[in-house]
């Protein structure tokens, strides 16, 4: 099974700064990567597929990169709705999710 | 508008059963493999099981390989998860999802999920 590893945990980043939020997969995916925002009390929302292509409704701040086993989740300049926990997915050998990280306002 | 609702969960007793069950609307049912994915109180997401447009392929997850079965009834735009044997360390909320990509073809990402229904395993 491919493991899914997000790092940090929880990032405390200030409205209007960017962030940075990061996955590793314990094998190459290729770019067979997804990001998922979750806010409080509501299912997951469908960022980025395909490591780097914007979901519809996803606003152009955000963005993914990457392949292989190292990916990335950018936020350019920090809104207060993009207060939430981000999960990676890989979804090149079964379907498996990282722990999540916890994206707080400083 | 793509709609998913779940429905079925409760309280179970360790070794009881349950069958949830995701009603769909809002697009072609047919068309597009749906998945369960779970998530435990305070937890992250864990994929359940998937079963293609056609219902032909079922895929599970190691935990519920076995005690789980999925299917779905196209007629109906039905998808239903049932549960047996089940374990304290399933309680969870239990989602619906549906795969991104049209038949076989396209990014296996989930791009519309329901609200979930909660399933607690407690004696």
């Known amino acids: 099974e491919i493991e899914m590893t997000q790092s940090p945990a929880t990032l405390s980043v200030s409205p209007g700064e960017r962030a940075t939020l990061s996955c590793r997969a314990s094998?190459?995916?290729?770019?067979?990567l997804a990001w998922y925002q979750q806010k409080v009390g509501q299912a997951p929302r469908l960022l980025i597929y395909?490591?780097?292509t914007r979901a519809t409704g996803t606003p152009a701040r955000i963005s993914g990169n990457g392949s292989g086993t190292e990916f990335t989740l950018t936020i350019s300049s920090l809104q207060s709705e993009d207060f939430a926990v981000y999960y990676c997915?890989?979804?090149?050998?079964?379907?498996?999710f990282g722990q999540g990280t916890k994206l707080e306002i400083k | 508008q793509v709609q998913l609702v779940e429905s079925g969960g409760g309280v179970v007793q360790p070794g009881g059963s349950l069958r949830l069950s995701c009603a769909a609307s809002?697009?072609?049912?047919?068309?597009?493999?749906i998945h369960w994915v779970r998530q435990a109180p305070g937890k992250g997401l864990e994929w359940v099981a998937v079963?293609?447009?056609?219902?032909?392929?079922?895929y599970y997850a190691d935990s519920v390989r076995g005690r789980f079965t999925i299917s779905r009834d196209n007629s109906k735009n039905t998808l239903d998860l049932q549960m047996s044997s089940l374990r304290p360390e399933d309680t969870s909320l239990y989602y619906c999802?549906?795969?991104?990509?049209?038949?076989?073809?396209?990014?296996?990402?989930?791009?519309?999920w329901g609200q979930g229904t909660l399933v607690t395993v407690s004696s």
């Open positions: 079963i293609s447009y056609d219902g032909r392929h079922k």
């Open positions: 094998q190459s995916v290729r770019s067979n």
């Open positions: 395909a490591a780097s």
């Open positions: 997915q890989q979804y090149s050998n079964g379907y498996t």
């Open positions: 999802a549906k795969k991104m990509g049209f038949e076989a073809a396209g990014s296996p990402a989930f791009d519309h």
């Open positions: 809002g697009f072609t049912f047919s068309n597009y493999a």
